[in-house]
């Protein structure tokens, strides 16, 4: 059983930037990793997945340019850096798991998931 811990999620201004960090109990090597978040009254969305060995990653197209996902296997975790955040990025924040190489980010492909992480941008 993969264990999922998010971290690093906060209250910002419009424009900052923040690093999630999602931390697994076990080997994450075998596992694609993505980033899913909720807004208040809104569904669940992808906002960007990388495959098991990170040579691959999506994004949504509302965090195209501004979020980077990376991965460091060597200490199971994976990160999310946003910049140029912007109020409507509000929203918690989940890590998600799926064994396997592939970047593709699908909730209902997703095995595994962490508790989430708020993020809120506001002047």
């Known amino acids: 059983q993969l264990q999922l811990v998010e971290s690093g999620g906060g209250l910002v201004q419009p424009g900052g930037s923040l690093r999630l960090s999602c931390a697994a109990s076990?080997?994450?090597?075998?596992?694609?990793v993505g980033w899913f978040r909720q807004a208040p009254g809104k569904e669940r969305e992808g906002v960007s997945c990388?495959?098991?060995?990170?040579?691959?990653?999506n994004y949504a197209d509302s965090v195209k340019g501004r979020f980077t996902i990376s991965r460091d296997n060597a200490k199971n975790t994976v990160y999310l850096q946003m910049n140029t955040l912007k109020p409507e990025d509000t929203a918690v924040y989940y890590c998600?798991?799926?064994?396997?190489?592939?970047?593709?980010?699908?909730?209902?492909?997703?095995?595994?998931w962490g508790q989430g992480t708020p993020v809120s941008v506001s002047s």
């Open positions: 998600a798991a799926r064994s396997g190489y592939s970047s593709r980010c699908l909730q209902y492909d997703m095995n595994y």
């Open positions: 076990g080997f994450l090597l075998d596992y694609g």
């Open positions: 990388i495959s098991s060995t990170g040579d691959s990653t």
